[in-house]
Structure formats: structure tokens, C-alpha cells
């Protein structure tokens, strides 16, 4: 990663609207071909930053780089970088094919090489066979095609997607997520997108920015993200279960994952508080003799109030909040 | 399902009882211009259908009085004032939906005080400034002053069309590479087309029967409502009725060639959000 070409880079962004920070202080580098998740709960400022680096909004301070040239000041239409919104924001105006075609008209392309640019796009996201149709006419999945292909016509230096998915059913979904990285790969494009859905972003992205009230609290991969989290915030955010902890000393904690439990033997004790299936896997909620709440992988449902020995393979101790180490037990 | 039948043949009925109530003196109007006096004015229970057709009521007023001028006054100063109107609301209107929107509201009903002083009052004032222009009788002074009270109107309801697309598209446009004017008048403008075409509809309206404005500040060269209010002070009723079947037949047209783009917005467009 270090080699490569950085595409878009952020120095101490602030963004405030009032009296709110929403975005405080951020600096981020997302190198050439990345496709880079934004993750954080509702509300922290993901759709925010998006809107500040396409320049819908502008920054209080900081600045916005890209390809190396500062485009702070530069209104959106001169920053080069496509766009697509929540709500797909699909001109109702137009066909599909007119939506496609739109930035290309607007850059006052020829006829003949909108109408093979727009076939192209078209073939490659399934909705060739749907350009005549009124966009009112057609499936949230087939407008979600249709706002990427209007994203994909152009040859912008960075797509910024926010909350791509989020209005389709989970199958497709699923389907939907495979393509994104299909694409990537095609067309080698740097790619960020924004999703509050941490199943998202498990396996089909270069890093992850875990971001928290306007503050990255971590930048990594999702395997890095769920095994080393950089803040006991992070451990809790990422993974089905929030990570376990208990006290180690007045300021230590430790902080493991389910897997990393061994239940059934050990000289840690907690009580069950209530089964949970996930999956087809059966976890124990319990609650340990200093009031921490931790999760086990269970084998079978047992009855409330058991009190359920285990040991841990693995750990990792925080200190203040903050990561210090792994520990593995031989 | 019953129901729903049920409640549209309501609607139906609720319609028409209120078509009729506004075409009726309508229906007279032209009753009373097609028909010779006998069988109308002259009669103390006059029929309330046709029975004698006659065009010597148009042919009499349309020949007695200068009425091709003034008809030509009335249409150029009602397209300026449409024209006018919508160069300056559409514009105002955009930038209202930018802003704070207390804040925009609270500007609109400012915009409306323009509309409570009598227009008797700013009419002689303005009257004395065009003579000094050498504006008195003309159609773009008399289009400037009718588009003072069109203009509020106006901009409230494109106002309304305009907050009504959501912001997204716009920035979308943005995103796809049109800057603010070209967004403005190539895309928001053609999305809000139905409020457009009620805010000149209305202002077009508004200037065909305005009456203080045209005769204090064209009264040489008058419109078509001067010239009815000349008829009927010198007492010819049958004929300023077939001015008036006269006036109403642009205004019929017009409403039925905007009628496409309407659908309901007319007041709707100005009330959401
Ligand atoms: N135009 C605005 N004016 C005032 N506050 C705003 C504006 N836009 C966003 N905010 C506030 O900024 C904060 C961040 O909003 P943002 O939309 O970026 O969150 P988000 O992380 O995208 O959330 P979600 O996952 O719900 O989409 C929110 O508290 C929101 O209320
Ligand atoms: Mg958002």
C-alpha cells in the first residue's frame, strides 16, 4: 500500500453546522483503487463527509486533495468526482437513458459516443433492456443501477457511494456488494462508501474507517478492525457481539471474542443471563460476579442462572480505553 | 372498494355543483351578448336559454369603439407582465429555497406588503415618474407597475415548486458537472414547470382585467378593461357585455392551453413544506 499513488487525501477537515462539530479535525490518505468503507452508527457525520469532499458542502477549515491539487474552493462540478446519493437522487424528468446520458450531455459529448458510452454501462450493470423506461417505472435495485451507471459514464478521478445498498432487500444486497467489487476490479477506480451495516464492508474492502462523532477511531481492515480494535468504542461497534470484558486492574480491562472463549472448564466463572442463536450457532450471554456482560459460544441452550466455567486462548488488554496488546495463552 | 366508488361519484357531484356556481354568471354573460336586447335586458324574467342568436351586439361595439388597439395593448402588457414576472420571481424564488426557511418565509410575507397599499397610491406617484421618462402611455410602464403586484404571487408559489424537488437532485446536477445558473434554468426550471405555469397563468390574469394602474397610467392609449368601464358609464350594457364575451375568451384559452402542467398545483405548490 505505501508504493502507491495517494488518490484523495483530507488535512485537519472540520465541519460544523451551528454550534455542532460534525466533522472534527480529519486527516485521511485513501490510495489509487481502494475501495474504502466509512462505517459508524447513525449520525456521526459519513453522509456529511461525503457532501464536504464532492464540495456540496463546504469545509470550515482544513483542506480537500485530490490527484495532488488542492479543490477546496472548487464548486462540485469542477472536482472531477462522481457521486452517488442515498436516494439515488435520479432525475424524474428523464428515462433511464437520459439519466445515464446526463453528465455526459452536460460535458457536451457527441451523440454518437453518448449513446456507446451509455450502452456500455448499461451491459455491464444488467439494465440494458430498461433504458427506455420512465425511472418511476422501475425496482429500487434497477434505480440503484441506473444512479451507478450515471456515476460510471464518466472517467471521474475518485466515486464517493453513500449507503449504496441500503434500499435493497438482503439477498440482494448480498449480489450487489459481490458486483461493487466486481467493478473494482474491472475498472480500477479508487472507490469510498459509506454504510452503517458492518456486514458490508467484511470482505469486499481494502480498509475501513470506523468513524465516531466526526473522529476516525480506527483505519484498518475489517480482520484488524474485529481482532485488534484500536478503542474499547471500536471493540464494542465491530463484530455480531460487542467484544467481552472484565476488569483486569483499576484502569486495565480485558477484551476477547467469543471465539476465543473456551467455555465448560477454567477458573472463570459467569452466570448465564439468556441464550442467543445466531446463525445456527448458540451463544451464552452471562453476566461475570463484577457485573461485566460477556458472550460464549455455547454448544446447546442450558437453563438461566447456570454458572458456566471458561477460560481464554486469547486477549487483548486495554488500558484507559486504548489497545495496548494481544496476549495469546499457551 | 364500494366505498371508494362511492366517494369518487361524490366528488363528482361536489364538482360540478361548483363549476356550475362559477360558470353560471359566466353562461349569462355570453347569454346576454349573444341575444338581441328584447329577449334579455328588456325582459323583466328574462329565458335563461338561447332562443334568438345575434352577432349585432359584437358587430355594434366592435365597430362603435377603437377596439383593435386597446385589445393589442391589453395581450402585449399581460405577456410582458408574465414575462417580467417570472424573469425576476423565478430567481428570487431559487434563492428563497436556498436559504433558512423561517427565515425565507418570513421575506415572502414581506414581499406582500407591496400588495396591501392601494394601488391608487403608488400608482400616482410612479405616474409622475414616467411622464419625466417619458413612459406615460407606454406598455413597458404600465407592465412595470401590474408586475409590482404580480410578482409576490408569484414567487410564492415557484417558491413552493422549487422546495418541493428534492435538494439531492440538485446537488446531483452540481455532481454531474452543471454549474448553478445552467442547474437553475436547465433542470429546477423544467421540474417545476406546473408552478411556473399557474405564476403566469396568474400574473397574465392579474394584468388582462387590472384596471387603476391602466387608467391612471395609460389613459390615452387605454386596455380592454378601460374601455368596458367607458361602455358601461356611457350606459350601453349589451355592449360592454359583448366586450366583456370579448376579454374572457383569451383568458379561457390561455387556462386551457396551461391546463396540462397544472394538475392540482395551483394551490398545493405553494403550501408544502
Ligand atoms: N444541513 C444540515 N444542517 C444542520 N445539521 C445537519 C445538516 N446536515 C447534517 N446535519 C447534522 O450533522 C450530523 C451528521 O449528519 P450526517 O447526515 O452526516 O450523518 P450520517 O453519519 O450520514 O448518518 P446516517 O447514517 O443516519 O445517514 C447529524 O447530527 C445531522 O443532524
Ligand atoms: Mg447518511
Excluded at chain 1, 467481552?244 to 486492574?249: L, V
Excluded at chain 1, 458472550?295 to 446447546?300: D, H, R, Y
Excluded at chain 2, 396551461?258 to 395551483?266: A, D, N, T
Amino acid at each position: 500500500m505505501k508504493q502507491k499513488k495517494v488518490k484523495i487525501e483530507l488535512k485537519n477537515l472540520t465541519k460544523k453546522f451551528g454550534n455542532k462539530v460534525v466533522l472534527d479535525n480529519i486527516n485521511l490518505k485513501i490510495y489509487e483503487g481502494e475501495l474504502f468503507a466509512i462505517l459508524g452508527p447513525s449520525g456521526t457525520g459519513k453522509s456529511t463527509l461525503l457532501r464536504v469532499l464532492v464540495g456540496i458542502e463546504d469545509a470550515d477549515s482544513g483542506s480537500v486533495i485530490v490527484d495532488g491539487k488542492d479543490v477546496t474552493d472548487l464548486p462540485p462540478n469542477k472536482r472531477n468526482i462522481a457521486m452517488v446519493f442515498q436516494s439515488y437522487a435520479l432525475y424524474p424528468n428523464m428515462d433511464v437513458f437520459g439519466n445515464i446520458a446526463f453528465p455526459l450531455k452536460i460535458a457536451r459529448m457527441d451523440k454518437q459516443e453518448i449513446e456507446k458510452k451509455v450502452n456500455t454501462a448499461a451491459k455491464l450493470l444488467g439494465i440494458s433492456e430498461i433504458l427506455k423506461s420512465s425511472i418511476n417505472k422501475i425496482s429500487g435495485g434497477q434505480k440503484q443501477r441506473v444512479a451507478l451507471a450515471r456515476a460510471l459514464v464518466r472517467k471521474p478521478a475518485l466515486f464517493l457511494l453513500d449507503e449504496p445498498f441500503s434500499n435493497l432487500d438482503a439477498r440482494v444486497r448480498f449480489t450487489a456488494r459481490e458486483e461493487l467489487k466486481k467493478l473494482r476490479d474491472n475498472l480500477g477506480s479508487t472507490f469510498i462508501y459509506v454504510t452503517h451495516d458492518q456486514r458490508e464492508t467484511s470482505n469486499i474492502t481494502t480498509r475501513v474507517g470506523v468513524l465516531n462523532k466526526g473522529k476516525f477511531e480506527q483505519i484498518d481492515s475489517f480482520e484488524n478492525l474485529y481482532n485488534t480494535p484500536s478503542t474499547t468504542w471500536v471493540a464494542d461497534f465491530i463484530g455480531n457481539f460487542p467484544m467481552s470484558f472484565i476488569s483486569k486492574s483499576k484502569d486495565e480491562l480485558i477484551g476477547f471474542r467469543p471465539e476465543w472463549a473456551v467455555a465448560g472448564k477454567g477458573s472463570m466463572t459467569a452466570k448465564l443471563v439468556t441464550n442467543e442463536l445466531s446463525g445456527n450457532i448458540n451463544y451464552w450471554m452471562c453476566e461475570t460476579k463484577d457485573g461485566h456482560m460477556i458472550t460464549l459460544v455455547g454448544n446447546m441452550p442450558l437453563k438461566v442462572g447456570t454458572e458456566i466455567h471458561f477460560k481464554l486462548k486469547k486477549y487483548n488488554i486495554y488500558k484507559n480505553d486504548t489497545f495496548v496488546k494481544q496476549v495469546n495463552v499457551k | 372498494m364500494k366505498r371508494k366508488t362511492r366517494n369518487k361519484y361524490l366528488l363528482y357531484v361536489v364538482a360540478s355543483v361548483v363549476a356550475i356556481i362559477f360558470i353560471y354568471p359566466l353562461y349569462i354573460l355570453f347569454l346576454v351578448s349573444f341575444s338581441p336586447t328584447r329577449y334579455t335586458l328588456d325582459e323583466l324574467f328574462p329565458s335563461q336559454l338561447l332562443s334568438h342568436i345575434t352577432l349585432a351586439n359584437f358587430i355594434s361595439a366592435l365597430t362603435q369603439y377603437n377596439f383593435v388597439a386597446p385589445m393589442f395593448k391589453s395581450l402585449e402588457v399581460a405577456f410582458l407582465v408574465g414575462a417580467l414576472t417570472l424573469a425576476v420571481a423565478i430567481p428570487a424564488a431559487y434563492g428563497l429555497s436556498k436559504m433558512n426557511k423561517r427565515l425565507a418565509n418570513l421575506i415572502v410575507v414581506f414581499l406582500f406588503m407591496a400588495n396591501l397599499v392601494p394601488a391608487l397610491v403608488i400608482a400616482i406617484p410612479i405616474s409622475a415618474e414616467f411622464i419625466k421618462a417619458g413612459l406615460f402611455d407606454s406598455v413597458i410602464a404600465l407592465a412595470l407597475a401590474q408586475s409590482l403586484f404580480t410578482m409576490p404571487l408569484a414567487t410564492f408559489i415557484i417558491l413552493g415548486a422549487f422546495r418541493a424537488i428534492p435538494k439531492d437532485i440538485e446537488n446531483q446536477a452540481r455532481v454531474d458537472g452543471m454549474g448553478v445558473l445552467r442547474t437553475l434554468y436547465t433542470l429546477l426550471t423544467p421540474l417545476a414547470k406546473a408552478g411556473i405555469a399557474v405564476a403566469f397563468l396568474l400574473s397574465w390574469l392579474t394584468s388582462w382585467d387590472e384596471f387603476t394602474f391602466a387608467v391612471i397610467l395609460s389613459p390615452l392609449k387605454p386596455t380592454l378593461p378601460v374601455i368596458v368601464y367607458i361602455n358601461i358609464t356611457e350606459g350601453s350594457l349589451v355592449q360592454a357585455a359583448a366586450f366583456a364575451a370579448v376579454i374572457s375568451i383569451p383568458v379561457i384559452v390561455l387556462t386551457v392551453i396551461l391546463q396540462k402542467y397544472i394538475k392540482g398545483v395551483y394551490l398545493s405548490g405553494g403550501l408544502t413544506g
